[in-house]
């Protein structure tokens, strides 16, 4: 019997429909596939079949388990999503990162089957990566160390990336954090190197910070990446630092099959690759890098800005990027989603919002809120609130920010013209008119529209 389709009672079925619309601007992942736009966010899975017009987010009333999605597999035939949320442990410890386990469907996202997440405890056991491998399924999930299941998640077997009893307190090599399957070839990532294996897990090669003449730069491997071209392979990898003092984060990359790496962008904090052909994409806190030459030399894109609808990308953080076979780049962070077709020139900007003004909303608020600016949509050292709102008639916006005295604090717009009918914000960075941040507290702003009146809300300030 195939064991894709066995199906256990216990494993909970759910077949709702997903809700339509981005859910959340918090995007942690961007998979393309059959040029089908998938993001893992904070609230779901979410998918655009039209180039980001539309979207559905499938959540837990859908099937997923709780939390922000970290980690997608996607292929014709079956969909693996992977969830995760803070768990307050005690008063001292606080708040840890916790597996809200995985679901799957078969049906294209139709229904879907909760697997719950393996491990003894799911507290710091969070799936972050996904592969499939024949019939088997794999998973890197941090302390709860990699994982395969050939039996849909019904029963899991640990597998150590080496020949040593699974140990993850004592064994940096076996806190695995990603992996993937390449023409049968197992690549995983742990803080203890890159491993390789081509029977299946049977036995492994370690390449670590030590072990080689040209090895990678750190040994905690936050992602994996295959790139193709002119008929040749290049394995990349995100490479931290682990336990060594000389080790240095940046990016390593092997066109030998590991035995050799050459490293790159050295000192900088990175979360994922996309590829097109010769071009390789790199998501960093920076912002999104490119290489056209394999890693020799890049170039950063400039802060992503929205020109026809006059917004700005308010972080510089890209975790997750794709690139769909018209060569539209997609890049996914803390501010939503943006896509390019030109190559960074241009960029539109899609993000989830409630509409202000509809369905029983008020016709302004503001997001996030409490807000605080050193924390919330931080680009180049200032943060950013939202002060959303919508107009009925074309018209000129004036924005003020006032103090619990009323007293005047800051003007954000002045006469800005805007259509009618649309949904639109302005972006305050928490200063005041001499440039100072301002004190914690709740400061209320207008949003005056001529011929239509003033709208009056209300933002918490956390420092």
Same mark, same amino acid.
């Given at each position: 019997?195939?064991? #894709? %389709?066995?199906?256990?009672?216990?494993?909970?079925?759910?077949?709702?429909?997903?809700?339509?619309?981005?859910?959340?601007?918090?995007?942690?992942?961007?998979?393309?596939?059959?040029?089908?736009?998938?993001?893992?966010?904070?609230?779901?899975?979410?998918?655009?079949? &039209?180039?980001?017009?539309?979207?559905?987010?499938?959540? +837990?009333?859908?099937?997923?388990?709780?939390?922000?999605?970290?980690?997608?597999?996607?292929? &014709?035939?079956?969909?693996?999503?992977?969830?995760?949320?803070?768990?307050?442990?005690?008063?001292?410890?606080?708040?840890?990162?916790?597996?809200?386990?995985?679901? !799957?469907?078969?049906?294209?996202?139709?229904?879907?089957? $909760?697997?719950?997440?393996?491990?003894?405890? *799911?507290?710091?056991?969070?799936?972050?990566?996904?592969?499939?491998?024949?019939?088997? /399924?794999?998973?890197? +999930?941090?302390?709860?160390?990699?994982?395969?299941?050939?039996?849909?998640?019904?029963?899991?077997?640990?597998?150590?990336?080496?020949?040593?009893?699974?140990?993850?307190?004592?064994?940096?090599?076996?806190?695995?954090?990603?992996?993937?399957?390449?023409?049968?070839?197992?690549?995983?990532?742990?803080?203890?190197? /890159?491993?390789?294996?081509?029977?299946?897990?049977?036995? #492994?090669?370690?390449?670590?910070?030590?072990?080689?003449?040209?090895?990678? +730069?750190?040994?905690?491997?936050?992602?994996?990446?295959?790139?193709?071209?002119?008929? %040749?392979?290049?394995? #990349?990898?995100?490479?931290?630092?682990?336990?060594?003092?000389?080790?240095?984060?940046?990016?390593? =990359?092997?066109?030998?099959?590991?035995?050799?790496?050459?490293?790159?962008?050295?000192?900088? +904090?990175?979360?994922?690759?996309?590829?097109?052909?010769?071009?390789? !994409?790199?998501?960093?806190?920076?912002?999104?890098?490119?290489?056209?030459?394999?890693?020799?030399? #890049?170039?950063?894109?400039?802060?992503?800005?929205?020109? =026809?609808?006059?917004? $700005?990308?308010?972080?510089?953080?890209?975790?997750?990027?794709? =690139?769909?076979?018209? @060569?539209?780049?997609?890049?996914?962070?803390?501010?939503?989603?943006?896509?390019?077709?030109?190559?960074?020139?241009?960029?539109?900007? @899609?993000?989830?919002?409630?509409? *202000?003004?509809?369905?029983?909303?008020?016709?302004?608020?503001?997001?996030?809120?409490?807000?605080?600016?050193?924390?919330?949509?931080?680009?180049?050292?200032?943060?950013?609130?939202?002060?959303? !709102?919508?107009?009925?008639?074309?018209?000129?916006?004036?924005? $003020?920010?006032?103090?619990?005295?009323?007293?005047? /604090?800051?003007?954000?717009?002045?006469?800005?013209?805007?259509?009618?009918?649309?949904?639109?914000?302005?972006?305050?960075?928490?200063?005041?008119?001499?440039?100072?941040?301002?004190?914690?507290?709740?400061?209320?702003?207008?949003?005056?529209?001529?011929?239509?009146?003033? !709208?009056?809300? %209300?933002?918490?300030?956390?420092?």
């Amino acid at each position: 019997m195939d064991s #894709w %389709k066995l199906f256990d009672k216990n494993f909970l079925r759910v077949a709702a429909p997903a809700p339509s619309g981005l859910r959340s601007n918090s995007v942690n992942d961007v998979v393309i596939h059959n040029d089908q736009i998938w993001l893992g966010t904070g609230k779901g899975l979410a998918r655009s079949n &039209d180039g980001g017009q539309t979207w559905a987010t499938y959540n +837990s009333a859908s099937g997923l388990p709780r939390g922000g999605v970290s980690a997608i597999r996607i292929t &014709d035939e079956i969909i693996w999503v992977a969830t995760a949320f803070d768990s307050l442990i005690d008063a001292d410890t606080g708040a840890l990162l916790t597996g809200g386990g995985l679901a !799957y469907s078969r049906d294209d996202g139709a229904t879907w089957q $909760r697997v719950p997440q393996p491990g003894v405890t *799911p507290v710091q056991n969070v799936t972050f990566d996904i592969t499939l491998l024949g019939n088997d /399924v794999w998973i890197a +999930s941090w302390g709860g160390g990699l994982r395969r299941s050939s039996n849909l998640g019904q029963n899991w077997e640990i597998v150590p990336p080496d020949s040593s009893v699974f140990d993850p307190g004592n064994r940096l090599n076996h806190l695995a954090f990603s992996v993937i399957n390449i023409d049968g070839v197992l690549w995983v990532g742990t803080a203890g190197g /890159v491993n390789k294996s081509s029977d299946g897990g049977e036995t #492994w090669t370690n390449f670590s910070h030590k072990n080689q003449a040209q090895p990678i +730069s750190g040994n905690f491997i936050r992602a994996l990446g295959q790139q193709q071209s002119g008929g %040749k392979e290049y394995i #990349w990898a995100v490479t931290m630092n682990a336990e060594d003092p000389d080790e240095t984060p940046g990016i390593s =990359v092997t066109e030998d099959g590991g035995y050799s790496w050459r490293t790159t962008l050295l000192g900088g +904090s990175y979360w994922n690759f996309a590829f097109d052909d010769s071009a390789v !994409y790199v998501c960093s806190d920076n912002g999104l890098y490119k290489s056209l030459d394999f890693g020799r030399s #890049w170039v950063l894109f400039p802060d992503i800005e929205d020109r =026809v609808r006059n917004e $700005r990308y308010l972080s510089t953080q890209i975790f997750g990027a794709g =690139v769909t076979s018209a @060569h539209v780049v997609w890049a996914g962070g803390a501010d939503g989603t943006a896509s390019t077709t030109d190559g960074g020139l241009n960029w539109t900007i @899609h993000r989830g919002t409630v509409r *202000p003004g509809t369905n029983g909303q008020p016709r302004t608020f503001a997001y996030p809120s409490p807000f605080s600016p050193s924390r919330h949509n931080e680009i180049r050292d200032d943060g950013h609130v939202r002060f959303q !709102y919508n107009t009925i008639n074309t018209t000129r916006v004036t924005v $003020r920010v006032y103090d619990f005295a009323m007293e005047l /604090v800051a003007e954000v717009a002045n006469g800005v013209p805007r259509s009618g009918g649309g949904s639109f914000s302005e972006i305050w960075n928490g200063r005041n008119q001499r440039g100072e941040v301002v004190a914690n507290g709740v400061y209320f702003y207008c949003v005056e529209m001529e011929g239509d009146g003033r !709208y009056w809300g %209300k933002v918490m300030v956390l420092e």
